[in-house]
């Protein structure tokens, strides 16, 4: 019953995230209100040390007759809704939240934006470069791929097409091309860093919750991920100027007048950056801490430290150099707003492993990938990122399928690593076929320049590219770090 009713909440919430405006938080506030109401979780017997549902504690247990079930469900069953917000996990994407909101404050990351420009600005395919590695250096230190690609990336994508002489009416071959790497390069990039979508602890979560043997952190995820995502980037923009048919011979007036705009993109660069003076006291601190936590990141096998206290370390720091206020940090929704629902769907999700419920869809699908006699690792990893296509929040995929497909891949008896590696990195790289598949794409498409038609061709191409590119280089690299 319990496995039931948590089931029913937790679909009920993947629809109404799909099907309605509702915000995400105050579906997951709802449905941890009604499963605690309800005692619909899994509380531990003290008299036998084992899960049993949390109705069913004071009543006499059918497996030992002379035995009740010793525990209070409504005290237990509430403690047991604020599981997830212990999370690790969903602590390093909360503080990564603030370590972004720093980069936004200080205004390093538009500073390092716009020397990029002004360093590869002097040609079409340069900028698009500059755009793919602006993201890359951003990702690792702001976990909302949304606030990333729309807030920080998109405006200055924008101001360089609209000083191209780019617009959705007139000329809108380059501010298409531009857009669309921008998208492309921000989805890269959330897939490349566990810190790089707010989503991405659900897959680490459930996987250390099945295969505890297996540390997929912070470093061991970018370990895998920057062979195939740094061949993606170098791959990405010549994919999109040869889809939107821009790979041509141009003739001599054309390159003359590229060579031009070229000039008044860095010319452009340069005003900015001259606005914005020299590099100030706080980015300097900024620089100071970000390196440093990343200097920390890297070494955590030698100091011991968890990548969690890392970051905390680095608010701290910031806090009291002064770079941010406590206001900047207790005004940032977006972070409170991400601890929230994530810790909630993190707690969710435990509990529906608990409860059998995950295994149960696990099982269904390992029979019909047996009944096919399909791959086991393939099956899922390219079931999972077509699945994409049908979500309007990547975020909302994340949660509505990550345990099942793991939970198939253990039924399997999958390769754990090569399952959670591909389960990984498709999360975000799935949603390169819609322009709705999260909150950045739709606000790369909302200018105009692309048509849906476009959008969709080019993202059918990217999806093959993706899947064939870790499919060859990914496991070549995995094998070589002797994950197989």
Not at 207 to 213: G, K, S
Request: proline share 4%; aromatic share 12%; with cysteine.
């Amino acid at each position: 019953m319990t496995a039931v009713h948590l089931l029913a909440v937790f679909t009920s919430c993947i629809f109404a995230l799909i099907t309605t405006s509702v915000d995400i938080s105050m579906l997951v506030l709802t449905g941890l209100t009604l499963l605690s109401i309800t005692r619909s979780f899994e509380c531990i017997d003290h008299a036998t040390g084992l899960l049993t549902e949390c109705r069913l504690c004071g009543q006499e247990n059918p497996l030992f007759t002379d035995l009740i079930f010793d525990c209070k469900g409504g005290k237990e069953s509430f403690k047991q809704s604020l599981e997830g917000f212990s999370s690790s996990v969903v602590w390093l994407i909360f503080a990564a939240f603030h370590l972004g909101k720093a980069v936004e404050i200080t205004q390093l990351g538009r500073r390092l934006s716009l020397l990029m420009i002004k360093t590869f600005g002097k040609h079409t395919l340069g900028l698009a470069y500059a755009i793919v590695f602006s993201e890359l250096l951003l990702a690792p230190f702001v976990p909302s791929n949304t606030a990333r690609g729309g807030g920080i990336v998109l405006p200055v994508v924008h101001s360089i097409a609209t000083t191209l002489g780019s617009t959705p009416n007139q000329n809108p071959e380059i501010g298409s091309f531009l857009i669309l790497v921008g998208n492309h390069a921000n989805l890269l990039s959330a897939s490349m860093y566990l810190t790089g979508m707010a989503a991405n602890p659900i897959v680490i979560s459930k996987a250390n919750q099945l295969f505890p043997d297996i540390d997929f952190g912070f470093m061991t995820w970018l370990q895998g991920s920057i062979v195939p995502a740094l061949v993606c980037a170098a791959c990405i923009p010549l994919i999109i100027r040869w889809s939107l048919g821009l790979n041509t011979n141009s003739s001599s007036p054309q390159k003359g007048k590229h060579a031009r705009e070229g000039d008044n993109v860095i010319q452009h660069a340069k005003i900015e950056l001259s606005k914005m003076g020299p590099v100030s006291l706080k980015e300097w601190q900024l620089c100071f801490v970000l390196l440093s936590c990343l200097t920390m990141w890297i070494t955590s096998s030698m100091t011991q430290l968890d990548s969690t206290l890392v970051a905390l370390l680095g608010i701290v720091a910031l806090l009291h150099m002064g770079t941010i206020t406590w206001k900047d940090v207790s005004g940032n929704t977006n972070a409170w707003d991400t601890l929230f629902w994530l810790g909630g769907f993190v707690t969710i999700a435990h509990q529906l492993s608990d409860a059998g419920a995950s295994s149960y869809l696990g099982h269904k699908i390992s029979s019909t990938i047996q009944h096919f006699n399909l791959p086991p690792v393939p099956a899922l990893a390219i079931s999972y990122f077509l699945t994409t296509f049908m979500f309007s929040s990547l975020s909302a995929h994340t949660v509505a399928f990550v345990g099942t497909f793991l939970d198939a891949g253990h039924v399997l008896g999958a390769h754990p690593m090569m399952l959670i590696a591909f389960i990984s990195y498709f999360g975000a790289l799935g949603g390169c076929m819609t322009n709705f598949s999260t909150g950045s794409a739709a606000m790369y498409y909302a200018p105009g320049y692309v048509e849906r038609t476009r959008w969709f061709k080019l993202g059918f191409q990217m999806a093959i590219f993706y899947l064939s590119i870790y499919f060859t280089v990914g496991v070549t690299w995995w094998s070589f770090l002797g994950w197989l």
